[in-house]
């Protein structure tokens, strides 16, 4: 290969990955789902008793709903916590519409093991309620209640379905893609010419 | 297919004694690639407090330290000409100041480019010592030399964990003193590196670069030359396409875990260190089996295995079903690391290995090391993903490395039982189309 070729190679790796940035852009355009937020803004919250990134994490959790909200679920004194994140781990479930004829107004239920002092942690089952407005997802109310009592889907380590799953055509489509990436590694194998294979050996 | 005519091959008995000495020396390498990798991943939220930085700017100083991987491509490549024993004990050196001075860092750019260093000379480390295992044992027995050497890589991943459960964190230093376990190596180098050799088949290439039979200087592309390209094309794109979904399933799993099967952090700790364990029984049984059976069957089954596992442990919901996939995901999909190395090193010559090694290493595999979390991370971000589940969009890509199969089964050539010089007679011979 010469210095050309290489270069050539290099500025065709480059559109390539042009090309995939530009399709993983369109296809992920116009997708927000209520759960993912929920998820965001917990995370967020479970941020703000960690040493250093407080101030980060406030801001982060405040573009997706007020801060304020967590009080019920947060240790208050994140120095008995000794500064770690509030929340040990978390799960939200399916969201459902509050009103079947308003898509703007969802519950999402969700698990918390929230960190409490002496290296103790407490399970705080609890339902979050978002709006859209202009296309965008707010946390607006936060109930500590049991998700399915309130009629929302069972969280998925209950047994209840994941907050998003991919549609029956992605499987159709990875065995379509998968043969196409077969041809196009294969056309590039054979290419590449080159060395003989050596037969098995006879040991 | 042309018949293979194998020449009476040169002596290049190495006697047992010190190839267990080397093995010791190189674990050591393989060991630290596997706990330094480890660190990052698992102690991240502790090195971000530390340091008071926001998500945007730890996802930013990432970036330069992954890219040590890729620039380690260039410190590799200098094996085929200095030697590889020098560039091992050079990398070692160079590994342990970058790892001790990251515990010394004040803040999170210097972290960043400490850990650039260091990822720089582990890169070249281990694939210097995967070189120098090639070379130096006996056809018969590098399999499962390849597979010890791996082994302990997964080894490095557990201590990590268990110094994690232990609590080093919490102690005084905090994460720095994770780093400075990273001074092992070089304790070890200093008695131990005037008993190290350099490779039998380097020595004797360098006396023929003396004659005036090889060039002394190895051209950057050299790899790509006509009688080399195709081997490396495959080679290359079976690390790529096997890359990018364990490297993208191993980044996510626990997020994975916890967030959609609702596993707790402890479960995710406990699930971790039981797979990992199955996972070095996984790099030594695939040593074994490729000198038992080959090189080609052992990966097919590897990479089936991998496959299956994997996608079992992405789309069960049952958490005892879950333990046991993870369990051999891990000894399948990591698992087939020895004879993903033989494959990258066996089928070039002496005088290209360290370089076609780097290539398929460091920018055919460290592709899907950058790609393949970035990937099941876009596409399954819960809130704006087009798929909008890590499980699901792992499975989509374990589903696009069925073809590395097919490459595998159909144009890998077989090496087993083989000497180097002998697979380098075969290749050598006039092409034929397989």
């Known amino acids: ?203 | 297919m042309a018949e293979v005519v194998v020449e009476p091959t040169r002596d290049y008995h190495v006697d047992r004694k010190y190839l267990r000495l080397l093995l010791v020396l190189l674990v050591s390498a393989a060991f630290f690639e596997g706990y330094d990798g480890s660190i990052l991943a698992l102690l991240l939220p502790n090195i971000q407090s530390s340091f008071r930085v926001s998500e945007a700017v730890l996802g930013v100083t990432r970036i330069p330290i992954e890219l040590g991987l890729f620039v380690a491509f260039f410190l590799t490549r200098l094996s085929d000409r200095l030697g590889r024993r020098p560039l091992l004990l050079w990398s070692v050196v160079g590994y342990t100041i970058f790892t001790a001075a990251t515990a010394l860092s004040w803040n999170i750019w210097s972290f960043a480019f400490f850990q650039f260093g260091s990822r720089i000379f582990l890169g070249a480390e281990f694939a210097v010592g995967v070189t120098m295992i090639v070379e130096e044992f006996p056809a018969g027995r590098r399999g499962r030399a390849l597979g010890t050497l791996l082994t302990f890589n997964a080894l490095g991943t557990i201590i990590v964990g268990l110094l994690l459960g232990a609590g080093l964190q919490d102690t005084g230093l905090g994460w720095r003193a994770f780093y400075l376990v990273g001074l092992v190596p070089l304790l070890l180098l200093i008695p131990f590196r005037r008993r190290l050799r350099e490779t039998q088949r380097f020595v004797e290439m360098r006396e023929e670069r003396k004659r005036g039979e090889l060039h002394e200087e190895v051209p950057f592309l050299e790899p790509w030359k006509p009688q080399y390209r195709r081997n490396l094309v495959l080679v290359g794109l079976v690390h790529m396409m096997r890359s990018i979904p364990i490297f993208g399933s191993t980044a996510w799993w626990a997020y994975y875990a916890e967030r959609e099967r609702g596993f707790t952090a402890t479960q995710v700790s406990i699930y971790i260190i039981c797979a990992y364990g199955l996972g070095c029984l996984g790099y030594y049984v695939c040593g074994r089996l490729m000198e038992r059976i080959g090189r080609r069957p052992t990966a097919v089954i590897f990479f089936v295995g991998g496959i299956i596992f994997s996608i079992t442990l992405f789309q069960t919901a049952n958490k005892l079903i879950a333990f046991f996939a993870l369990g051999f995901a891990v000894f399948f999909g990591l698992g087939m690391g020895p004879v993903m190395s033989s494959f990258a090193t066996e089928l070039f010559p002496t005088e290209i290995r360290g370089q076609a090694a780097a290539w398929i290493r460091n920018w055919f595999e460290i592709a899907g090391y950058v790609f393949g979390p970035a990937l099941v991370g876009i596409l399954g971000d819960h809130a704006t993903g087009a798929i909008g589940n890590i499980g699901d969009t792992v499975t989509f890509l374990m589903i696009l490395q069925i073809p590395a199969v097919f490459l595998v089964w159909r144009y890998m050539p077989e090496t087993k039982g083989l000497e180097l010089e002998d697979i380098m007679a075969a290749d050598q011979l006039p092409l034929t189309p397989v």
Do not use: Y
């Open chain 1, 1 to 203: 290969m010469s210095n050309h070729s290489f270069a050539k190679g290099i500025v065709a790796c480059i559109a390539l990955m042009m090309v995939l940035a530009g399709t993983l852009f369109l296809l992920n355009h116009g997708h927000s789902r209520p759960e993912g937020v929920a998820e965001n803004w917990l995370t967020a919250i479970g941020d703000t008793t960690r040493k250093g990134v407080e101030a980060d994490a406030t801001k982060r959790a405040d573009k997706i709903g007020a801060p304020e909200l967590a009080v019920p679920i947060l240790e208050p004194h994140p120095e008995l916590i000794k500064r770690k994140s509030g929340f040990d781990d978390l799960e939200v479930g399916k969201a459902a519409r509050v009103d079947p004829a308003s898509p703007d107004k969802v519950r999402v239920g969700f698990r918390v093991h929230a960190r409490r002092p002496q290296d103790q942690t407490a399970e705080i089952n609890g339902v979050l309620t978002l709006e859209r407005t202009n296309d965008k997802w707010m946390v607006t109310a936060l109930d500590v209640t049991d998700p399915a009592s309130a009629g929302l889907p069972a969280l998925p380590s209950d047994g209840g379905p994941p907050p998003s799953s991919a549609p029956a055509s992605l499987w159709l489509g990875a065995l379509v893609g998968a043969v196409i990436v077969g041809a196009i590694t294969t056309a590039l194998v054979k290419s590449a010419g080159g060395a003989v294979t050596a037969e098995p050996a006879a040991v």
